[in-house]
């Protein structure tokens, strides 16, 4: 995957975290409101429970008590739903989240990898220098001493560490 792919991937997951929280905070925002209106009717029920305990009865009493259960009966499985529903958007914020840390994932590997790829083509370019070199270096020394036998070793000794790698697929230290 290149890394524009990649960008691309984390701009769409950011997108979707912001839309899903989006929804999140109105379905919250709904469920809030239907718990705060369900709240306000019990309060106000126990109030009257509260003041007729104390003797402080109302000719209307009943006639309230009576519609505030209608009201709590009627708003309760709305708030149950509405709650479901925050809770589901909540779900899918979360879900948003995980695909937006994977595709921050893939971007990181795609810029690693895109890094590595950069440094594999100049370490074969200097490669390519150093062979060019090491043959220059053969000729000259050819040139200096007429009895020069182009031993490899003679000509040019690699450092331990290259030879390392060069064994052991590994650079020592």
């Not at 709240?39 to 106000?44: P, T, Y």
């Not at 890094?115 to 220059?136: D, N, T």
């Amino acid at each position: 995957m290149s890394v524009r792919q990649a960008a691309e991937m984390v701009a769409a997951a950011e997108g979707a975290v912001t839309a899903a929280q989006a929804t999140h905070q109105t379905a919250q925002g709904e469920a809030d409101r239907r718990q705060g209106r369900l709240d306000a009717l019990q309060g106000e029920l126990s109030a009257i429970a509260a003041r007729r305990q104390a003797g402080d009865e109302a000719d209307s009493d009943a006639a309230r008590v009576h519609l505030l259960k209608l009201d709590l009966e009627g708003l309760a499985p709305l708030v149950n739903q509405a709650m479901q529903a925050a809770q589901v958007a909540r779900q899918a914020v979360d879900e948003a989240n995980n695909r937006l840390s994977i595709a921050q994932g893939e971007l990181t590997r795609a810029m690693v990898n895109e890094q590595a790829e950069a440094l594999e083509k100049r370490l074969h370019e200097m490669e390519a220098l150093l062979c060019k070199g090491i043959s220059q270096l053969a000729q000259l020394k050819g040139q200096a001493n007429p009895r020069f036998i182009a031993v490899p070793s003679h000509v040019y000794q690699i450092s331990a560490a290259l030879a390392h790698f060069a064994v052991h697929g590994r650079i020592p230290g």
